[in-house]
């Protein structure tokens, strides 16, 4: 018998059931998720106000291109696409 065991929120520790989404939006970010942890292996990540954020200058910091939407580099300002 399968059981749906709800997964909990990284930030808060409440459940939020189906949401796997979550691992793929960090790792996009330039996080590294083990389990329930995100990290950085360049910086010490923290969380401001439930926000996983990169210290100032981190190599693995993206952001969103202001065209498009599509996550590139921190420090680009648009993607290969909207240039």
């Not at 389990?35 to 969380?47: F, I, K, L, N, V």
Request: charged content about 25%.
């Amino acid at each position: 018998m399968k059981t749906n065991k709800p997964q909990q929120c990284w930030t808060c520790r409440r459940n939020m059931a189906g949401k796997p989404a979550m691992r793929k939006i960090y790792e996009s970010w330039g996080f590294t998720v083990d389990g329930d942890r995100a990290s950085c292996d360049q910086c010490e990540a923290m969380r401001i106000n439930t926000v996983l954020t990169h210290e100032t200058g981190c190599p693995n910091a993206k952001r969103q291109c202001t065209g498009c939407g599509e996550i590139i580099p921190r420090g680009q300002k648009y993607c290969a696409d909207c240039m």
